[in-house]
């Protein structure tokens, strides 16, 4: 191996040296090879090492990515409810102040009204980026970004969802749209609400009442709605420059 050649090498110096006979160029040649064998040895032991560290980067931010994907679908799917939370405050306004609306759609409005959403994410890539060592990554400006991703946007959004009181709308507002609507439902043998009889027999005051509840959910689903759209473009933008980093791997 490399260290019993040194060793070998070390010993030809000293006798070398304690030779009356030799020359110092000898010497100089001798140490001269020994110097370059070491350095090509630190030199290959660095590029191992810095190769091996880019294939487990090149495979975490891979990791990253997928999960990342999924991360959208989550989003899309809570984007969609409340979307159709906001759809559901405009259809339900309708039939307080006694509008005509499409009863067919009824139910699914109700449970939309009042419907709460939950953040889930895939961190087990950025767990096992941390893991490993967050300098693992040496592109600065994309290790910011993840970690601010992560450990910012992505507990913001899950502290409004779950956490928020402003959001929690099943435990603020049911009981009270339920127990205005639900003694003027209709349902059908199985139990379903197929239809409302309509107008509302309901005081001014307590129409006020529901209104405000629905003026107050479509204005802090709106609000939620736009940060999605935020994290939306953040996440597919830091899928964009992991694939051009893996790419240039």
Not at 82 to 90: D, I, L, Y
Not at 102 to 116: E, K, N, P, V
Not at 174 to 188: C, I, L, Q, R
Request: hydrophobic share 40%; with cysteine; aromatic share 14%.
């Amino acid at each position: 191996g490399l260290a019993k050649r040194l060793r070998l090498r070390y010993t030809n110096i000293k006798n070398y040296v304690m030779t009356p006979s030799t020359g110092w160029k000898s010497y100089a040649w001798e140490f001269f090879t020994i110097f370059i064998a070491v350095i090509a040895a630190f030199t290959l032991n660095n590029w191992n090492e810095n190769r091996r560290d880019n294939r487990a980067a090149t495979k975490i931010l891979t990791e990253i990515s997928n999960g990342l994907q999924k991360d959208l679908v989550d989003i899309n799917i809570n984007i969609f409810g409340h979307n159709e939370g906001t759809a559901a405050c405009k259809y339900w306004r309708k039939i307080i102040q006694n509008e005509e609306v499409d009863t067919d759609s009824l139910g699914q409005y109700y449970l939309a009204l009042t419907r709460d959403f939950f953040s889930a994410q895939n961190n087990s890539g950025y767990e096992t980026l941390k893991s490993r060592g967050l300098e693992l990554l040496q592109n600065d400006s994309l290790r910011f970004d993840i970690i601010s991703l992560y450990e910012y946007d992505y507990e913001s959004l899950k502290t409004m969802e779950e956490n928020y009181y402003e959001m929690q709308f099943q435990a603020n507002y049911f009981k009270e749209f339920n127990d205005v609507f639900a003694p003027h439902f209709e349902f059908d043998e199985f139990g379903n609400i197929v239809g409302i009889n309509t107008p509302l027999d309901i005081s001014t005051e307590t129409k006020q009442v529901l209104l405000a509840y629905l003026w107050k959910i479509q204005l802090n689903r709106r609000f939620i709605l736009i940060y999605y759209a935020s994290m939306e473009q953040k996440i597919k933008g830091i899928m964009e420059r992991i694939e051009a980093e893996i790419g240039e791997e």
